[in-house]
């Protein structure tokens, strides 16, 4: 499922022209507001203010109440004394490319890794073999498949195929050894969909050599629970 945080004037205009449900969250200071058509969600969020500001006071009078809006995701889960382990919201899955790939001086090869299922995505890491001075890397998000539909592609990607690049650049250290390099997204944890790639380019510089290179990324699975 693909996510779109929108303001609450787009999130009431998609409303009224898919006809979806509201579906919300209240505590003491806001209201998490959400509605899914197909494979899209889109949320938007309304802080509680004295005064009340446009947005809540609209969202109160001509949408909370309505028979078709459902407070079902309001509940939330306490630890007490007598049960002090909490149940863990994400499960760590773990993955990798399993090929190793050769890049020669003055060119650039590309690990991909294709999501299967919905994960979120906090890095992951590079293992590399004789890197040369001038070797860096790049690693992005990718809809080389187009997943995304036409519409949403301005507002959901950084530059379409790529959706978000996040390592823009990092250089390798010399070494005719095996290296492995962290690719920290801290502290996004990002949310992907099916389909979508990960992708690590490595470039190389005009030295001699030939380089090897495979990727490992950190994968988590939310844990739906009722």
């Not at 090869?109 to 293992?127: D, W």
């Not at 801290?186 to 510089?205: D, E, F, Q, R, W």
């Not at 030939?210 to 490992?216: E, I, K, Q």
């Amino acid at each position: 499922m693909i996510y779109l945080k929108e303001t609450y004037e787009n999130y009431i205009g998609y409303k009224n022209s898919t006809d979806c449900n509201i579906d919300y969250l209240e505590n003491d200071s806001w209201y998490f507001l959400y509605l899914s058509n197909g494979d899209f969600r889109i949320q938007c969020s309304i802080e509680k203010k004295n005064p009340k500001s446009e947005d809540q006071i609209d969202f109160e009078t001509n949408y909370k109440n309505l028979p078709d809006t459902n407070a079902k995701y309001n509940s939330v889960v306490e630890v007490s004394d007598s049960a002090p382990f909490a149940r863990p919201d994400f499960k760590t899955r773990r993955d990798g490319d399993s090929a190793w790939r050769e890049v020669e001086a003055d060119s650039i090869n590309t690990s991909e890794y294709k999501l299967l299922n919905e994960r979120y995505v906090s890095g992951g890491e590079c293992i590399v073999i004789g890197a040369k001075k001038g070797d860096w890397i790049s690693a992005e998000v990718n809809d080389k498949d187009g997943v995304i539909p036409e519409i949403y592609r301005d507002a959901l990607t950084e530059n379409y195929p790529t959706v978000s690049q996040y390592v823009i650049r990092a250089n390798m250290s010399p070494d005719s050894s095996s290296k492995i390099y962290t690719l920290n997204t801290y502290p996004l944890n990002a949310k992907l969909t099916p389909g979508l790639y990960l992708m690590i380019k490595y470039h190389a510089s005009s030295e001699i050599g030939t380089r090897s290179f495979v990727s490992n990324y950190y994968l988590s699975e939310k844990l739906w629970r009722k």
